[in-house]
């Protein structure tokens, strides 16, 4: 009689394909989020532009070129365009009541640290999100039998020794902040890690508080991303965006060309990662929207 056995011989390898395939996205998305980064892209094309202008054969090029960056620049400052893409992002989600919310922990997402300040110096210093770190303390301290868990290790290409809940937790046990219910993953590179990093850390460390809601911290823009992301690997979350920007009203007297750039390059990013997101599976919906508290997804 002939017996057929299974072949296990592809279990073994599927951890290390997946591992490669998110190694891949991974550095598409980086690569990516430089191609679109407004300020680094208008510095470069600036500079381009500058050499043909000492190169006779291309310096009526160069005036022309010159003259639509200029031009572009001050069009999307006079029409706010960063502001625009942005707002539909921060206004996604409301920050809802969390004393009339039954919750099982916080988990606050990193991005708020500047790497090149600590890398180069030692020092902690917050270069933008402050908000983040601002409502972990605060709910830390507000809810001390809940577990508080901060996600986020280096968003960089590179190996360079850095990872912000490793910084952030020592900075907060010398400060005296850190409270006994903090709790830290220092390994995820992007939201996609965070979610599925974080979540195995939750069933390990807490698998009765696994299937129940956990508030989700982060910046209002992002939290479109963020929420989708959770959801689609297997988190019940509440979102609680921080951090806005953006503004109902636009005043004259505010205009700045370089902060235009910046915001356009910051809405950006997030729009073209949701739709990266959607397209590789690791967001529950295109644009994800609010959902009843704790419901199931």
């Known amino acids: 009689m002939l017996v057929i056995y299974p072949d296990f011989s592809m279990v073994n390898t599927l951890p290390k394909f997946i591992s490669e395939l998110s190694n891949v996205f991974y550095f598409l998305s980086k690569t990516v989020s430089i191609l679109i980064d ?8 600036l500079a381009v532009l500058l050499v ?8 009526k090029f160069a005036v022309l070129g010159l003259i639509i960056v200029c031009g572009a620049s001050l069009l999307i400052t006079v029409i706010p365009v960063g502001n625009i893409l942005s707002r539909p992002l921060e206004i996604r989600f409301k920050k809802p ?3 009339q919310i039954e919750f099982a922990g916080i988990v606050t997402l990193a991005g708020s640290l500047d790497p090149d300040s600590y890398l180069e110096r030692g020092e902690m210093n917050v270069l933008s999100s402050a908000d983040r770190i601002f409502a972990m303390l605060r709910f830390a301290s507000l809810y001390p039998d809940k577990p508080v868990l901060f996600t986020g290790g280096d968003g960089n290409l590179t190996e360079r020794e850095f990872s912000e809940a490793v910084v952030l937790e020592n ?9 006994p219910n903090m709790y830290f993953e220092a390994h995820s590179r992007n939201t996609h ?3 599925t990093k974080s979540l195995e850390m939750v069933y390990r460390d807490w698998p009765e508080l696994s299937r129940k809601p956990w508030v989700l911290i982060t910046s ?7 929420a989708g992301a959770f959801r689609q690997a297997g988190w019940n979350v509440i979102p609680y965006p921080v951090d806005r920007f953006t503004s109902d009203e636009l005043h004259l007297a505010s205009l700045n060309v370089s902060e235009a750039i910046y915001n356009l390059g910051r809405a950006l990013r997030e729009w073209v990662g949701l739709t990266a997101y959607y397209w590789t599976g690791r967001t529950d919906a295109w644009f994800p929207g609010p959902q009843a508290p704790g419901a199931e997804n």
């Open 38 to 45: 407004t300020v680094f892209m208008h510095g470069l094309l």
């Open 52 to 59: 043909f202008m000492l190169i006779k054969k291309t310096r």
């Open 220 to 226: 209002a823009q992002h939290m479109p991303r963020a």
């Open 171 to 179: 900075w907060l046990d010398d400060s005296g902040l850190k409270t």
């Open 97 to 99: 009541e969390l004393s």
């Open 193 to 195: 890690e965070n979610a």
